[in-house]
């Protein structure tokens, strides 16, 4: 399952140059936690999120305190930096391709420790955004709809081996093939890719094989 499948499409956005005031209301309205910083051609050039109000926060609370202090010793004062987005937004944040996998997107934001991903098209114009929401509702799909996706997509469409030969059932998310296949090979890859579509937990294989890549006679996989 690609992306594509699973993003959001309809993505609220913001312009650098809008103060924070509107980046939050923005926020709060629809119920978000991270606005896509995009250009007058829809190009991402940032991304803002509740951490960094935080730190806009933060820095103001400093800035504060050290006005004070530079008023009682210099008799002067500094003004906050932090007035529009493009002030505390991630700049150059990280974004996943429409055509990645819903996987590969999954172990990014593990390893980049981000709840969202902004999607982009190749040139990296914004087209959605994937939440860790997204992802875990790919992995809650119906029994039915898995069973679907690896009959028609891996038994008939990547392998092109003979489906009334195969039998593919799903309960729970785990994947059970009987039946026969040709050689073990086919069978390997059976499992294989079976246990890559998106929301399978596992795969159980009695698939036996007509002929041995190897020579060595037909057994379980």
Same mark, same amino acid.
């Given at each position: 399952?690609?992306?594509? @499948?699973?993003?959001?499409?309809? =993505?609220?956005?913001?312009?650098?140059?809008?103060?924070?005031?509107?980046?939050?209301?923005?926020?709060?309205?629809?119920?978000?936690?991270?606005?896509?910083?995009?250009?007058?051609?829809?190009?991402?050039?940032? *991304?803002?999120?509740?951490?960094?109000?935080?730190?806009?926060?933060?820095?103001?609370?400093?800035?504060?305190?050290?006005?004070?202090?530079?008023?009682? $010793?210099?008799?002067?004062?500094?003004?906050?930096?932090?007035?529009?987005?493009?002030?505390?937004?991630?700049?150059?944040?990280? =974004?996943?391709?429409?055509?990645?996998?819903?996987?590969?997107?999954?172990?990014?934001?593990?390893?980049?420790? %981000?709840?969202?991903?902004?999607?982009?098209?190749?040139?990296?114009?914004?087209?959605? *955004?994937?939440?860790?929401?997204?992802?875990?509702?790919? $992995?809650?799909?119906? /029994?039915? /709809?898995?069973?679907?996706?690896?009959?028609?997509? =891996?038994?008939?469409?990547?392998?092109?081996?003979?489906?009334?030969?195969?039998?593919?059932?799903? %309960?729970?998310?785990?994947?059970?093939? @009987?039946?026969?296949?040709?050689?073990?090979?086919?069978?390997?890859? &059976?499992?294989?890719?079976? %246990?890559?579509?998106?929301?399978?937990?596992?795969?159980?294989?009695? %698939?036996?094989?007509?002929? @041995?890549?190897?020579?060595?006679?037909?057994? &379980?996989?």
């Amino acid at each position: 399952m690609k992306v594509s @499948d699973v993003m959001t499409s309809e =993505v609220k956005t913001i312009s650098g140059e809008e103060p924070l005031k509107e980046a939050a209301r923005i926020m709060v309205n629809a119920g978000i936690s991270g606005l896509p910083v995009v250009d007058d051609d829809r190009k991402v050039v940032g *991304i803002i999120t509740e951490a960094d109000f935080v730190t806009a926060e933060a820095d103001r609370s400093w800035g504060r305190q050290r006005r004070r202090l530079l008023a009682n $010793f210099l008799g002067e004062a500094e003004h906050p930096k932090a007035k529009t987005v493009a002030d505390v937004m991630t700049r150059t944040p990280h =974004v996943v391709d429409g055509s990645s996998t819903v996987t590969e997107a999954a172990r990014k934001m593990t390893e980049l420790n %981000v709840k969202r991903l902004p999607v982009v098209t190749p040139d990296g114009t914004l087209c959605g *955004i994937i939440s860790r929401a997204d992802v875990m509702g790919a $992995f809650a799909r119906p /029994d039915e /709809d898995l069973r679907g996706e690896v009959l028609n997509e =891996v038994v008939i469409g990547v392998l092109q081996l003979n489906p009334d030969k195969l039998s593919v059932t799903v %309960v729970d998310g785990i994947v059970q093939l @009987d039946g026969s296949v040709e050689s073990r090979t086919d069978a390997r890859l &059976l499992q294989e890719l079976a %246990v890559r579509v998106e929301g399978v937990i596992s795969v159980n294989s009695d %698939v036996t094989w007509t002929s @041995d890549d190897t020579g060595a006679g037909a057994g &379980l996989f």
